[in-house]
């Protein structure tokens, strides 16, 4: 069975600054995907970034950043440059070739102007 | 068409009804999952498709809950005797690939109040 923890609930940020958000998770399939959705109030959930697990390389889709730490099981995305458009739900979600994918409960985070 | 689509968007039922909750997918996509979210809560997995076959139910609650899909196309999500618990947004997703390896495409959800 998988498990994906997410262990803050809510963050905030200063506009224009960066933030870390974390995500733990657990398998014992060698073969996975990592992924972080956005869900902000209009509760359209959208893919921001993907990481396959063979790979080292860190993904990086513009203003996002993951650090994945693959012995530590350690999923973060980083948000630099935080925009108020960037307030929302983020979940992480892990996939192991099975169909589904597991999500974490979310964090909440709001950025401040 | 362009994205996911869910309908209706909200609905509101009385205890003990049946309601229907439709998706239609991104055409072309095999795969389609259904996940339950309870408020400010995460995702819960309901049912997973490959084509018109459902590979993976494990996550129906009882069996009030059950789904169907017509080909890779449009699939309805049933819900007998409804009861508060079942309140939440249902969220329907789909993917390309079987595996869902390179992410899912969501639609915006049913939001179902039961009351």
């Known amino acids: 069975a998988q498990t994906v923890t997410q262990s803050q609930p809510e963050m905030s940020v200063q506009e224009a600054e960066t933030v870390t958000l974390s995500c733990t998770y657990d398998t014992s399939e060698s073969n996975y995907y990592l992924f972080w959705y956005k869900q902000p109030p209009s509760r359209q959930m959208i893919l921001v970034i993907r990481?396959?697990?063979?790979?080292?390389q860190n993904a990086t889709e513009n203003r996002f950043s993951v650090n994945f730490q693959k012995a530590a099981k350690s999923f973060s995305l980083k948000i630099s440059d935080s925009q108020l458009g960037d307030t929302a739900m983020y979940f992480c979600a892990l996939n192991t070739n099975a169909g589904k994918s597991t999500f974490g409960d979310g964090t909440t985070l709001t950025v401040k102007p | 068409g362009a994205g996911v689509s869910q309908s209706p968007s909200n609905k509101v039922t009385e205890k003990g009804k049946d309601v229907e909750l439709r998706c239609d997918p991104i055409?072309?996509?095999?795969?389609l999952y259904w996940y339950r979210q309870r408020l400010g809560q995460g995702l819960e997995f309901l049912i997973y498709f490959q084509g018109n076959s459902a590979p993976d139910k494990s996550g129906l609650p009882s069996d009030r809950f059950s789904a169907e899909r017509t080909g890779e196309s449009v699939s309805t999500l049933t819900i007998q005797r409804t009861q508060q618990e079942d309140s939440a947004v249902y969220l329907c997703?789909?993917?390309?690939?079987?595996?869902?390896?390179?992410?899912?495409?969501f639609g915006s959800g049913t939001r179902l109040t039961v009351v």
């Open positions: 990481q396959e697990a063979y790979k080292q």
């Open positions: 055409s072309g996509h095999t795969a």
């Open positions: 997703a789909s993917s390309l690939v079987r595996t869902g390896n390179y992410g899912y495409t």
